[in-house]
């Protein structure tokens, strides 16, 4: 028995080590083996080496915007209105004489406040709701499933539009629209691991011990429920990059001239017979900051849980 | 279905209810005189509470009454008849090429797995979810209707017009589901049935596409309807780009316009449409695959 979880790689103590690894000391290197392992797989991961490369570009030029490029985003020169691509404007100039670049740059400020803000919204949402739904069953579950249910077979991009319809267009309700349109994915992962979870002996233990219910929900099942909900994140970051750039371009998000990518793409609309560089280049963008966050998603997927697909 | 209809309106009732702002001065402008607020107040029972005003709301529904549109002064239902039909050609045509492309792909980036078409597959794939739609076609419109000029550059009533926002819905949506399509079949070309017949002797041919490919489209096939509703919301941004007066571009200029009952008429048709395709899928589901019965 021993025998055949330790050729599996499983970590195994005998009577002797239990005692010892009962001291934190001897733990802790057994913690950090386990983590170096990982991030050893995860670099060896070409996709994850792309991703992770694509993602720090995109979020280094969001953080030093300014000292990247010598133009500013939202001040006119009507002495370079419409300028091809060169090597003074890299990416070419809008119908006001500003730099594509710099302002696909600062794009890439509201591109991440709005992604990582609203995932973060919609996890902490889609988790309390999936936990409670897993842990306590019955008709609290039923509820929560039913609309679970709703909310999951709708697009994202569709009832993103319909908050925003109710709570006016700005970048602060994309950030509230999204997180309420996209939590249904975890709510459903979370309660998964509740209801298999919660029927281990270590849970049962605490239970007996007389451990209140939240102290149970999210000191002791909650870690172990974790994993798939941050692998999800990493790929709901881009379908919210996405839906932000989709709202904006309907006019229902960022309004210029805030330089949303959107934004961006909905003035080059109209041009993009005289000027297609202005609606080229942050599509462009979009595509490669989703790529990489999808390499890195799925590399991430890859990792943790190697039998899935 | 009932309790999800009921769900559905309440929720979209329920988000216009909550709104922030007043709902006399989102109809009526907000400087009016006390007597004209109370007479909207009246006139649309804003002054009921919310039970009865969703009760009431719910009735018109179900009676196939959507309200009347306050920029226009003519019934919802009236103007959303007139936009549909564009909307559910595009839906149509773009689900037909998602699947047309999607399952000759997935099915050979399987059978040959890890081979060179595979990663070719699968490079497409990766490179088609990660292509926003929208974006998508407006690169098509740009090369096909600007420069080469098969296809008109806005919506021109014709059958011609659909073509490009379908082809734009359609090969990103197929994307994501020939990686599906992928996984389905690996999955099925591992179970026991697949080797027996190849051990017995059968053709590989026969074995791929009479016996795996049946079985992997059953999950499949529930897929195609949570398909459906994607490409009726990645249509809306479409409509916008080439022109085309379908149902999204009517949402989207009414929440603009704050005409609040054609954007809950819109809603309510769209969201309708979509569980009427996961319920279709369902019952589809159920007929391929005897297994699964329906109480």
Not at chain 2, 97 to 104: L, M, V
Request: charge should be neutral; aromatic fraction near 10%; hydrophobic fraction near 50%.
């Amino acid at each position: 028995m021993l025998e055949e979880y330790r050729s599996k790689n499983v970590e195994v103590y005998s009577d002797k080590e239990w005692l010892e690894a009962d001291a934190t000391e001897e733990r802790v290197p057994e913690k950090k083996t386990a983590f170096t392992d990982f991030t050893k797989k995860l670099f060896r991961h070409k996709g994850a080496i792309v991703g992770a490369v694509i993602i720090f570009l995109f979020i280094f030029s969001a953080i030093f915007a300014p000292l990247l490029t010598p133009y500013d985003y939202d001040v006119p020169d009507i002495s370079s209105v419409l300028e091809a691509p060169s090597g003074t404007h890299l990416f070419g100039t809008d119908e006001f004489g500003r730099d594509i670049l710099t302002r696909i740059v600062y794009g890439s400020r509201i591109s991440l406040e709005v992604a990582f803000i609203a995932v973060f919204f919609s996890l902490i949402l889609g988790t309390v709701l999936g936990a409670i739904a897993g842990y306590y069953g019955g008709v609290v579950d039923y509820i929560i499933t039913s609309i679970t249910d709703i909310a999951w077979s709708f697009p994202t991009t569709l009832l993103a539009i319909a908050f925003i319809a109710a709570l006016g267009t700005g970048v602060q309700n994309v950030i509230i629209a999204i997180a309420l349109a996209s939590w249904s994915g975890y709510c459903r992962v979370v309660r998964g691991q509740f209801l298999s979870l919660k029927q281990r002996e270590f849970i049962e233990a605490a239970r007996v011990l007389g451990m209140s219910d939240a102290r149970i929900i999210f000191g002791h099942i909650l870690p172990n429920a974790l994993t798939p909900v941050v692998v999800m994140a990493t790929l709901e970051l881009p379908k919210a990059i996405v839906i932000e750039a989709s709202l904006s371009f309907l006019g229902l998000g960022a309004q210029p001239p805030v330089p949303s990518w959107g934004v961006i793409l909905d003035s080059g609309k109209g041009l993009l017979d005289m000027a297609p560089w202005v609606s080229f280049f942050p599509g462009l963008m979009i595509m490669i900051v989703v790529l990489g966050f999808n390499l890195f998603g799925d590399a991430l997927q890859d990792v943790i849980d190697p039998n899935s697909q | 279905m009932v309790p999800v209809l009921i769900l559905m309106t309440l929720i979209v009732f329920m988000i216009f209810y909550f709104a922030p702002g007043d709902p006399v001065s989102r109809i009526a402008g907000p400087n009016v005189t006390q007597e004209v607020y109370d007479n909207i107040m009246q006139k649309h029972g804003l002054d009921q509470p919310f039970v009865v005003q969703y009760f009431k709301f719910a009735k018109s529904v179900v009676k196939g009454d959507l309200g009347i549109s306050i920029l226009q002064d003519r019934p919802v239902v009236e103007m959303i008849r007139e936009r549909l039909p564009v909307t559910l050609q595009i839906g149509l045509l773009g689900f037909l090429i998602t699947f047309i492309i999607a399952i000759p792909a997935g099915v050979i980036a399987a059978v040959k797995k890890n081979t060179v078409v595979d990663y070719l597959c699968m490079s497409g794939s990766l490179l088609g979810i990660a292509i926003p739609t929208f974006w998508f076609g407006m690169l098509l419109l740009y090369v096909f209707a600007y420069k080469l000029r098969w296809f008109p550059i806005s919506g021109d009533g014709t059958i011609k017009q659909l073509v490009l926002p379908a082809f734009a819905i359609g090969l990103t949506n197929a994307a994501i589901t020939a990686r599906m399509v992928r996984s389905s079949m690996l999955e099925v070309l591992k179970q026991d049935y697949v080797r027996t017949a190849k051990s017995k002797g059968l053709y590989e041919k026969t074995v791929v596409y009479s016996h795996a490919l049946k079985n992997a489209m059953i999950p499949i096939i529930s897929l195609m309807g949570l398909r459906l509703g994607w490409i009726i919301g990645g249509s809306v941004a479409l409509e916008i780009i080439f022109s085309i007066p379908g149902i999204g571009r009517l949402m989207v200029d009414s929440i603009l316009a704050r005409d609040y009952p054609v954007v809950q008429g819109a809603m309510i048709v769209l969201t309708s449409s979509i569980i009427f395709a996961n319920i279709l899928a369902d019952i589809l589901y159920s007929v391929v695959d005897p297994r699964i019965r329906y109480s």
